[in-house]
Structures are given as structure tokens and as C-alpha cells.
């Protein structure tokens, strides 16, 4: 087995049989029991399910506390750089089953509650997802706090304990209803609240110039308002090591201090509007793929975790009795995207206005200790603020942007002199029109080292984005593609092929993913093919049952599943994957003796709630799904899915039980995919363009074994240059004009012909993500996929040579290359 039995582990018996820290079946029953009575405060006979639950929860967080301890003593003990994770987002997905496969306590744990005539899978089941984040970019953060933990480097990930989190998603009449999201309404088990470490963070006002104790002239800002961050830590545990990461999420409070002063002056209702005020700050989290460029209380937000974060970096560095002068040595930053990207602005006003230290020195640290990942090309998400939002939450970062701005244009004059075109671009003020803070300049500016997040991706970023910083300092630019964490998508979701992998090579592969290539050999053994192939039917039968229960739709688990889940947007085309669909059902309709794969087409995911056109997409899948599904000629051969509310805890289901993984972004747009990772790793084969991490999936996994089709990025660039033509590509293709006639005819929308008009006059006339060039190549390459399907050995010959081949695409993998390129640090032994 690759978990690990804790008998494995050389304890004495008493340690096992410990009720807060012992791992036997004995010890968790009693710690169960124990916390259900004294803790949580009820007798097992009544207690309900959610009881249940807290009760087992916190009998694992005993022993991770128990790690957690030993693991700040050896943090305290050696002078470690330790890497500090800053992103708005963090996206964990649920603890428990995790927490328990880390510990190696699943089996143990599970005997506990059988014995007590009590089903661990149901607690499992319970746990409200905290959804903190919006998609790719915080799952990635929740992926690298596990590898963090894993291999071992000193890491704490800051961000903002959102009281909402990502909306739950419903579908009414087929479309998107936004519901929000009570994450917290039983509480969280795994945080512990840490209120003497708060923080003080200020906002508005205005600077002012004073004269110090010494006679010189310094800078202060003096507020318009403050509030107080509390932090909520959750250690996170790694695998079979008994390392953790730090998660510390801030919560924003009012401050005591305002509530008393207008409590004295009678303005209770005003003290308790400030209060209401402050709160506001960490409650709720931002849509990403919507305009925020006037989202006050976005940059407030965004400010206010990295101001804490901040101060509390600088806490712990005067704890440990090194001076502000070795800030450096001891942390580096890793900007998760421009979120954080204000914390450059901020460590130099610590260092400068509070520490005294001069310009040069501060900037010199600062620079060394920051780092800037950037996650997408696209114009729309490159975060800007407006000059006079800014100046009014942030007045003195305004200024010292300013400086930094004016120093770093100095040396571009210098080095170019009379390119003002180059000054331009490079500022981190835009002056083109109204005038902004670009914030990705200052990241820029700020870092040592930069990068993308795929090859194809960090290559754009260099030649396109950042075109003129990396021609002046090329060796700062870096890539490191994507990983994930096969603890959560291989081993907790698909335990059927972990057991298999295990009987085949081994355990050891889990935190060594490259291992999996032990599984090359058995490709084209007909008998591990056989029960290569169960697995993959168990697990569809396991995601048909759940389609049913929450859809109605009934669907043939012996169907090929065709899965996109993923956030909805334009740029990944899931209205490409839906004019195949239609094409489809137009050939079965047409051809009574059409003979092809039956496949049951299953989509997922949520649209940012002000998107419109992407919300109209998900009113189209399910337009289509209703008209097919219940036309007796073709549900037989075709099925449509849309799974509502996708988010990890389903995708920990769907994964497993995926045939085919859509992955069809207009190349050069996806800056890498983790999904596409996540599949390919439980024996799916992906229907790709080149773009993103597809491309490095498709070099590894070998390209016979991969479905490949559309534009590259640079065919996309010239074709646009060239003077891009939708209507002819409807006017030369019969099925595609078929097919956009059909739904402007309103056979699938009970004869409305105007309701998807926005959607089918964009890709008639404007078409930015060219699917209508790349339809024709799509439909051929999925009747590819339709043969290939047909020769059953042959199909899971490919798909054990995909699991076989993803050791690159492991989150330690790239974590590792984070610490040695880019971080420089060592890992705890
Ligand atoms: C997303 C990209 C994905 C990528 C993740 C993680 C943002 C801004 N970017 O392609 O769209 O996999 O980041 O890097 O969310």
C-alpha cells in the first residue's frame, strides 16, 4: 500500500496507543470518542452526522498539531530561509481525507469508526469546500503548500481567510444561479485563531513630513482609517514526513482603539458602522475573468493580507534576533501573480519610513527578496489601478512607486537614451490616457526573478508581455511549468489505480512521481490491461451514480466520457466542444444508419457572475443537453452533461472517471492548465491544442498518444495579423454553417432565435479566439478519437503510457525547481 500503516513506523506500542497523538485503531476510536463527549459535547447516540465529523477532524488534528510543534521547534532552531507564499488565493479543497491519507491513518481510522458501527466515508463527505479561490490559480497555491510540506522547505502561505468564498453554483432553467457560500456556518476545525499575533494595517489619509529625534527629515503616513488582521493558521501536513507548511489566513477586524473614541462620544451606531466597514475587508473574494479596475475594496483587500503579511515576516525576523538589515536571508516572496504585487511598495515604506534605512540599501533588499510569478497573457487580467482610487486607499505607496518609478526610468534613459516608446512601456505608471498603477511593472521591477508557468507561456512572457524587461536583463526571466499534487488527484481520488500502481511498482511513487515509468513495461500485458480497464470502469459507474443523483441524467458508464471542467471563459473554447456536439447529433439525425462511439459528454464549471457571455455558454450546453437527451434517436449514441458547481471536492470524482480530457484553448492563451494534469495522471487522453503545459504533456507523454489539432500560437498571431475571416470558414463548411443555423433557428431554445444571437454573431463577425478556424481540425480529430475508442487494448495502452509518463507534472517537481532556481534555499532535513 502506498499509505503508509503507522506499523510501519518504529514507534513504541504506548505512542500508537496514545488517545491524543496515537495512530492504532484503538487510539482513534478512544481520541474519537473522547473529542466527541468533551469537545464537540455530545453523546454518540444522538449526535448527528456533522458532530461526527468535528469529532473525527479533531482527532487528526491532534496529530498534526503533534507535528506542527516539533516542526516550529526545528524551524526556531536553524537560521532557515524560509520561503513566504503570497496569493489572495488558496484553494484547499477539503482537509479530512487528505489530512488522514498524509498521516497514513485512512485504514486505521476507517477500522475506528466500523467498529463503532460508523461509516468514515460520510464525514468524509460532509466537509464544506473551502473555496477560497477562483480556479487554476489557487488550486495551484494549495498544490505547492502539500509539495512545501512535502519535500520539506521551511514555507508559510499568507492570504486573506475570505468569509465568503468562491459562490456555489446552481443551474436554474439552464442558467447560472450564484449562491453564496456558508463555508463557515459549522465552523472550521482545522484553524486555529491567533489574535496576539493581529496586526495593525492603515489605510487612506494622507503623508506628512516630520523631523526625528536625530534632527532629519523623515516621512510618515499618518491614516484615514485603520484596521486590525487577525490571523487563522492551519498547519499543512506533508506526505509520510512529518514536515508542514503554514497556512495563515487574515481576518479583518475593526480596531478597538476607533470603536472606544466614538463610544466616548456617544456615536455608538457609528462605531458599530466602522466595525462593519472593517469587516467588509476579508469577506468576500473577487471573481477573477471580471473587470476589478474599480473594485475599491479589492485594493484594500489586497493590501490589507500583504500589509499583515508583511509586518509579520518582519515580527518574526526581529524574534529570531536577526537585524532588518538581513530581511533577505531569511525570507523570500514569491508573488502569486500581481495580487500581492503591492508588497513590494510596502516592505520599502517599512524599511525606509520605519526602519530608516537609506533608499539604495532598502531597495537592494527588497529586490532580493521578492519574486513574481505571472499567470496570464491576457490583456483584461493584467491588474491596473486607476491614479486616483489608488492615491486615495494608498497614498504613501503612491509616492513611493513614484520614486521607484522615476529611479528605474533614470537608468532606462540611460541605457536608451532617447527611446521614450521604451520609457513608456516600461513605466509603471501608465500615462497613455486616465492614468494607472500597473501593477505587473512593479512586480517586475521589484523582483529578482520572474516567471511563467509553462515553457510556451514563460517564452510569451519574455518575447510579448515583458518584451523590453527581458532585453534588459534577460537572466531574470525563468520557467517553471505547472505541477500538482498526485496526494489529492491520484491517491485520494482514484484509491482503485493507487492500489494498482502499488501492486505493480511499488509504494514510493507517490513522493517520487517519475516512479510511475516502472509502469511502461506492463502496457501491452493484456492482463493488467484488464484490470487497468476495471478501474476505469468502477470509477465511471461511481461518477454515472453521482450524474444521476444530481442531475436526473442517466447516463452508460460503457460510453466514452468526454469531460471539460474547468472555469467558463471564451479563451477555452467550451462552445467549440458544443458546436462538435451539434455536429454530431446532426450526422445521427441525418444518417439512420450512422454507426459511431457513444459518448456521454460531461461539462463543468462557473462563470465569473458579471460574464455575461460566458453564462450564456453554460445556458447553451444545457439548451443542447435538454433538446439531446430526450430525442429517443440519438441519446443512445450521445449524452450531455453539465455537472453544476464544480469545484475540488467533485473534481476529486470526475478525474478518475475520465476517458478523454478536453483541453482545447485558442493556442497561446492558457498559460499552462493544471486540469489537463490532473487527467492525463488518472488515464485519460487528451483532445489538446498546442498551448499551455499541453504541449509538454504531449512531449512526455509521446505524441501517438496524444489527440492533437487546431492553430499554434504563432499560426493564431499571423492569422490575426493577416486579417482574420470568420464568415468564410461558416460560408466554406456545410457542418459548421449547419450547425451555428441550428442554433439561430431556436431549435434549442423552444424557437427563441434571438437568445444565443450574442454568442453566434460574436463568432460570425468578431470571433477573438478563432474558433471557427479551428472547428474543422476539432471535428476530425474527435472522430480520431472515435476510432481509436473502438480498439479497447490499444486505448488503455495509451492510457497507461499517459500515467506512466506524468513524473514531470508533480508539484514537488516544480517546487523543487522554485528552491533551487529561484529561491535558493535548502529543504529541512
Ligand atoms: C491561471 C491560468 C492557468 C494556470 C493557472 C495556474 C490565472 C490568472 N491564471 O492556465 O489561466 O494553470 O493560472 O498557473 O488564474
Known sequence: MTVKTPNDNPLPQAEHEHVRTGTSPRALKAAFQDNLNLVVGRPLEISTAEDRYHAVALSVRDRIMQRWIKQ????????LRQVSYLSAEFLMGPHLGKEMLNLGITEHARQAMTELGLDLDQFIGLEEEPGLGNGGLGRLAACYLDSLATVGYPAIGYGIRYEFGIFDQIIKDGWQVEVTDKWLRFGNVWEIARPHFAQVVKLGGNSEHYTDEHGADRIRWVPGRVVVGTPYDTPILGHGVETCALLRLWSAEAAQSFDFADFNRGDYYGAVHEKVYSENISKVLYPNDEQIQGKHLRLEQQYFFV???????????????????????????????????????????????????PWEQAWDITRKSFSYTNHTLLPEALEKWPLPLFSSVLPRHL???????????????????????????????????????RMANLAVIGSHAINGVAELHSELVKSQLFADFHEMAPERF???????????????????????????????????????????????DTGFQQVWADVKRDNKIRLAKIIKHRTGIVVDPASLFDIQVKRIHEYKRQHLNVLNIISLYQRIKHDPKYVGTPRTFIFGGKAAPGYFMAKLIIKLINSVSEVINHDPQVRDMIKVVFLPDYNVKHAQNIYPAADLSEQISTAGKEASGTGNMKFSMNGALTIGTLDGANIEIREEVGEENFFLFGLTADQVASLKTDGYAPYDYYHGDMELKQAIDLINCGLFSHGDTRLFRPLTDHLLHHDEYLLMADYRPYVDCQQEVDHAYRDPAHWTHMSILNVARMGKFSSDRAIREYGKNIWNIEPLQ
Open 399 to 437: 509616492e513611493i512607486i513614484y520614486e521607484i518609478n522615476h529611479r528605474f526610468l533614470d537608468e532606462i534613459r540611460i541605457r536608451y537614451p532617447g527611446d521614450e516608446g521604451k520609457v513608456e512601456r516600461m513605466s509603471i505608471i501608465d500615462e497613455s490616457g486616465e492614468k494607472y498603477v
Open 478 to 524: 525563468h520557467n517553471v511549468t505547472n505541477g500538482v499534487t498526485p496526494r489529492r488527484f491520484i491517491a485520494l481520488s482514484n484509491p482503485g489505480l493507487a492500489r494498482l500502481i502499488d501492486d505493480k511498482i511499488g509504494d514510493g511513487w507517490l513522493t517520487d512521481l517519475d516512479r510511475l515509468k516502472g509502469l511502461e513495461t506492463y502496457a501491452n
Open 72 to 79: 516550529v521547534e526545528r524551524w526556531n532552531g536553524a537560521n
Open 307 to 357: 500589509a499583515c503579511s508583511i509586518k509579520d515576516m518582519i515580527r518574526l525576523c526581529l524574534r529570531r534576533g536577526l537585524p532588518i538589515e538581513r530581511f533577505n536571508e531569511m525570507y523570500c516572496i514569491q508573488l502569486n501573480d500581481t495580487h500581492p504585487a503591492i508588497a513590494i511598495a510596502e516592505l520599502m515604506r517599512q524599511l525606509v519610513d520605519k526602519f530608516a534605512l
